[in-house]
C-alpha cells in the first residue's frame, strides 16, 4: 500500500510544541516510522539536506545569533555541548613564579593567569600537539617542546615617577607599572612558533589586553615564566572557546479569535516590544461574516509581528479576557542559537569547528561498530 499524504499543515501543526498556563505538552518527536500509521517517515539524506536550513540573525565577531532549522533536540544538544566542552584552545597550564614580591599569593596569581582568554594562529593552533601530563600508567608524560607548549613570561617591575606632582595621589601616576595588566605577558616563540604564530595578528597574546592581574608599589616586582597547553573544556573551564552557548525553540503566537480595541492594546503589552502590533480593522474585514470583525472597521486589532523577539512569558495567558484567543507554542526543529566567543575563534567559525569535532566522533563510532561485527 502506497504511503498516505500529508499536508504541509498538518507536519507544521504536528512541530509545535504547546505551552499552555501551567504545563506544556507535545514535546517528543513524533515522525519516525510507525508512529502513524500508514505514512512513510522512513529518515533520507535526501529529505534532510531539503529540509536543513541555516538563517543568520547577527554576526558579530565574538557575538552570534542564528538559526538551525530542520534537526533534532539531540543533534542540536549535541553542537551545545561540543562548543562548550569539546574545541581544543589554547590557556596557561604551568607557571613558574622566579619572583613576585607583590601582596598577591603565588597561588592566587597563578589562577589568574590560568584565566586570562589567548589568542593566535589559528592554524598554529591545528598544528600544535597535546601535552600528556604525568599519569600512574605514563609517569613520565609528554616532554615540553615547541609543538606542545607554547612559553609566555611576565616581567615586570614598579619604580617610583620622579616627575609626578607633589600633591598626585593617583598611583598609576606616581609609579611606573603600578597596575598589571595582560597585555605584560609575552610570547617567546621557540623553534618552528615562530613560523606558525607570525607577527603581529599570529602572535600569542591575551584577547583582552586590559585584564588586570597585580597591583604593584615601587620596590615590587614579578618576574615568571609559564606554560600554555591545548586543552578543551571539559578538562577545565578555562579551554572553554565560548563565554555561554545556548539555543532556544522559536516561539509561536497563534490568534484564533480577533482582539480588538483596548483588549488589543492590552495583548501587546503582554509581549516584549515588536512582537504584537496594532493595526486597523479593514472594510472588508468589518463586512466578512464570521471574521469576528463585525462592526468594528476602523479600530485597532492584535497582530502577530515577529515572534522571533518573544521570551514566552505566558503573561497573556493570566488574563481571563484573552482566553480562547490565543495559543502559545514552540517549534520544535528551529532552534535559535547564541554563540559568545572569548576570543580564539570567531563566534560563526566556532559552530563549523562544532560541526567537524561532532563529525570525528560519528566517524570514530561508525569505526568501532564495525570493529565490534567482525
Known sequence: ??????????????????????????????????????????????KFKDNLQVQFHKNDQFDSCFSVIGIDASI??????????????????????NNNTSIIQDEVLAHRLGLVPLKGSVDGLNWLKWFKKPTEEDPEGSAASDYNTVVMKLEVECTKNENAAKNETDPTKLYHKAHVYASALTFFPVGRQAQFFPEPHGLIRPVNPDILLAKLRPGQCLDIEMHCIKGIGSDHAKFSPVATASYRLLPTITLTKPIIGQDARKFARCFPKGVIELGDVTAEEASTEGSGYEGHEGEKKAVVKDTFKDTVSRECLRHEEF??????????????FSVESTGQFDSDLLFLESVKVLKVKCARLKRNLGNMMR
Not at 542540536?76 to 574545541?87: C, D, G, K, S, T
Not at 482566553?323 to 535559535?336: N, Q, T
Open 76 to 97: 542540536a544538544n549535541a553542537f551545545r555541548r561540543v562548543l562548550i566542552a569539546e574545541i581544543p584552545t589554547l590557556a596557561i597550564e604551568f607557571v613558574f613564579v
Open 1 to 46: 500500500m502506497a504511503p498516505e499524504a500529508v499536508s504541509q499543515g498538518e507536519l507544521d501543526r504536528r512541530k509545535i510544541v504547546g505551552v499552555n498556563a501551567e504545563t506544556v505538552t507535545h514535546v517528543t518527536s513524533t515522525d519516525f516510522p510507525g508512529h502513524y500509521p500508514g505514512e512513510d517517515h522512513e529518515w533520507s539524506l535526501r
Open 323 to 336: 482566553e480562547g484567543k490565543v495559543k502559545l507554542g514552540r517549534v520544535r526543529d528551529h532552534f535559535i
